[in-house]
């Protein structure tokens, strides 16, 4: 389904990734969210953009500071704070097909980093006895596994000194679906990376708009 227009971009990304932060213990066989043909042969993309990159297109977008992140209609934005940290976790995008989170990290200017990352998150899902599945989608290498109950879906991308990662966690019933969904949010995610220096793998820093900041407040309050 397509959920959000493309556009062009100037350059190719390379595939880029992180390690998964949810440490869940996982088992299942992650045969029925195997990687459909048509994935395997998909070389290029026309997203996501870097911030210096990025046109006016319409799409109604979330802005969390180092990326902004489109929100479809009829999803909702949901945000984990840490209690620990006093901070934002992550902000969850949440459709009909599950619950997606992307995430921006700084990057070597050489790239590459998610095929390193994503073997060592495939690791680790085996490890907590996971069956997982390791296929090539838009951006390159795509990982998908079953979690108890739950399908999950990984995509990484490389940009200039950046890396986007994007996860979809949803029902199994729905698990054939939740991969084209990912991509449409990843595809039309922006990142603005600055120009402060990071070391490799640093979480991008999340801001909420003052509306939603303020909501939370009261929430807490």
């Given at each position: ?147 108890g109950d739950v399908a999950l879906r ?68």
């Open positions: 389904m397509g959920i959000f227009g493309r556009k062009r971009r100037s350059g190719d990304d390379e595939t880029g990734g992180v390690a998964s932060q949810r440490g869940e213990s996982a088992e299942a066989d992650g045969a029925d969210d195997a990687l459909e043909p048509e994935d395997q042969l998909s070389e290029t993309t026309d997203g996501p953009f870097d911030a210096t990159e990025a046109e006016e297109d319409g799409i109604p977008r979330i802005d969390l500071g180092s990326v902004r992140v489109p929100v479809p209609d009829g999803s909702q934005v949901q945000v984990e704070m840490d209690p620990e940290e006093g901070g934002v976790r992550a902000v969850h995008v949440v459709t009909e097909v599950g619950q997606i989170t992307v995430s921006a990290y700084a990057a070597p200017k050489s790239g590459g980093l998610w095929r390193e990352v994503s073997n060592e998150l495939a690791d680790q899902l085996r490890a907590d006895g996971a069956k997982v599945n390791v296929g090539r989608g838009e951006w390159g290498m795509e990982l998908s596994a079953i979690v990984f995509v990484g991308v490389d940009g200039p000194r950046w890396m986007l990662r994007g996860v979809i966690a949803g029902p199994q019933s729905t698990a054939s679906q939740a991969p084209e969904v990912l991509r449409a949010i990843v595809r039309s995610t922006i990142v603005d990376r600055g120009n402060s220096p990071m070391p490799v793998r640093t979480p991008l820093p999340i801001t909420l708009p003052d509306a939603v900041a303020q909501h939370i407040a009261e929430q807490q309050g």
